[in-house]
């Protein structure tokens, strides 16, 4: 398997731990400040949206860098962003990532693409 290959099946695992919830599996692909903002994000975002789920679309690879970019979807269940929850679900909503890998891990992430504002939108919390 190539570099590329290998470090997009990093951001794959990656994406399957975050649909899992599986913080303990964080560990396995990311390090440092990385792995310890993952594991800080995916547990508050999935009491705020238990069935979250990404799909990866494209995945990139050069030398230590991949673009991945996901469509996300997910049922407001919980209180997000002080907002209570609305029951309804967000479907469809972009984001691109930019991911840096170090010694077969991944090591940092760059959010090039988060469209909260069509989350947003969909939950009925934005007009």
Request: glycine share 8%.
């Amino acid at each position: 398997m190539s570099t590329a290959d290998q470090n997009k099946a990093l951001v794959r695992r990656l994406v399957e731990i975050v649909n899992d919830g599986n913080l303990s599996a964080v560990g396995d692909v990311a390090t440092g400040e990385l792995a310890r903002e993952a594991a800080r994000w995916i547990g508050p975002f999935r009491e705020s949206f238990p069935d979250f789920r990404m799909d990866v679309i494209d995945l990139i690879a050069e030398s230590d860098k991949v673009v991945a970019h996901f469509k996300c979807s997910g049922t407001h269940r919980g209180e997000w962003r002080g907002h209570p929850p609305s029951g309804r679900r967000f479907e469809g909503v972009d984001e691109v990532y930019i991911f840096r890998v170090e010694d077969r891990k991944l090591a940092g992430a760059l959010a090039v693409v988060e469209d909260n504002l069509t989350r947003m939108q969909q939950l009925g919390l934005s007009s």
